[in-house]
């Protein structure tokens, strides 16, 4: 059974910093692009990061969070982080992490985490 569970979620002051991760099992980590997406109150979940499975974890961001956020796996620890930095009031949204097998593509995800709740206060 494939399992994908975020931790790390909560409240944070406008301007902090946040760390997410999510905890594999259940499949190859290491074979499995790694997809991290957000969805806030009222809106469509959008894509946040997807970071490679080339070895070195190349990752690539929604343009306008690539200042901001930092995308990386830990292949070792079948985990996956996602580095959130000058929060924004904007940023309030769950935060869901996805997997699928093979190359990062605009394909998909095949496997869904519960999401985490972040709530950046202004």
């Known amino acids: 059974q494939v399992q994908l569970v975020e931790s790390g979620g909560g409240s944070v002051q406008s301007g902090g910093s946040l760390t997410l991760s999510c905890e594999v099992s259940g499949l190859t980590f290491s074979q499995h692009c790694m997809g991290w997406f957000r969805q806030a109150p009222g809106k469509e979940r959008e894509w946040v990061a997807r970071i490679n499975i080339d070895g070195r974890g190349t990752a690539y961001y929604a343009p306008s969070l690539q200042a901001r956020f930092t995308a990386s796996r830990d292949n070792a620890k079948n985990t996956s982080y996602l580095r959130m930095h000058n929060v924004k009031p904007e940023d309030t949204a769950i935060y869901y992490c996805?997997?699928?097998?093979?190359?990062?593509?605009?394909?998909?995800?095949?496997?869904w985490g519960q999401g985490t709740q972040v709530t950046v206060a202004s």
């Open positions: 996805a997997a699928r097998a093979g190359w990062c593509s605009p394909s998909p995800m095949n496997f």
